[in-house]
């Protein structure tokens, strides 16, 4: 699978593909206090549809080779704390390669996203995958998500740019070329 960084370690974490198996483990995630409309997800549908969307969503990109999110599986005791990995997205009318985190409520602010996101975008660099995509690696946010934005800036990216979609919603688009990858 193209874009997928399976068996990707750091020094606190492992990535590896989801599996059908994690859906209790990261049924958490969809708690009353997720902010729903910072991942464009229906606020009326219950923990359990949402959780099967993001489920069939996420093994389609894999069936489909436009990369994917992986299990992020902590070192230290075996399981699954969060989700992260390369996508292929359309950003306001364009083709991006997006590095994409999401963490369990009781795993956040601990450094877990920014380490994930820093292995996953080292990792397309090292690929090339950036090569199909015009040299850069991006994270779109919800204008308004200024945990992903501390993460996305940890990650050595900066403000791309700002658009509206899906509906009214804004996204902020921080992107590093891999030009300035290479500076590191």
């Known amino acids: 699978m193209k874009y997928v960084p399976n068996n990707l370690e750091t020094e606190r974490l492992r990535f590896r593909l989801i599996e059908k198996s994690d859906f209790e483990a990261w049924l958490p995630f969809f708690s009353p206090d997720l902010d729903r409309h910072f991942l464009f997800l229906d606020p009326d549908k219950t923990a359990l549809k949402l959780c099967e969307f993001w489920f069939e969503k996420c093994l389609l990109r894999y069936d489909e080779n436009r990369g994917g999110l992986n299990a992020l599986i902590l070192k230290e005791t075996g399981k699954m704390i969060g989700q992260c990995g390369i996508l292929t997205q359309n950003m306001d ?58 993460v996305a800036l940890n990650n050595g990216m900066i403000l791309e740019k700002t658009f509206t979609d899906f509906g009214d919603n804004r ?14």
Do not use: C
């Open 93 to 150: 009318g364009e083709p991006r390669l997006e590095v994409g985190y999401s963490i369990l409520p009781v795993h956040r602010n601990k450094g877990y996203a920014t380490e994930a996101a820093i292995a996953a975008k080292n990792y397309a660099f090292e690929h090339q995958f950036d090569k199909d995509f015009n040299d850069t690696v991006v994270s779109m946010l919800h204008v308004d998500n200024y945990d992903s934005k501390k």
């Open 171 to 184: 996204f902020h688009v921080y992107s590093q070329s891999r030009e300035e990858w290479l500076k590191k």
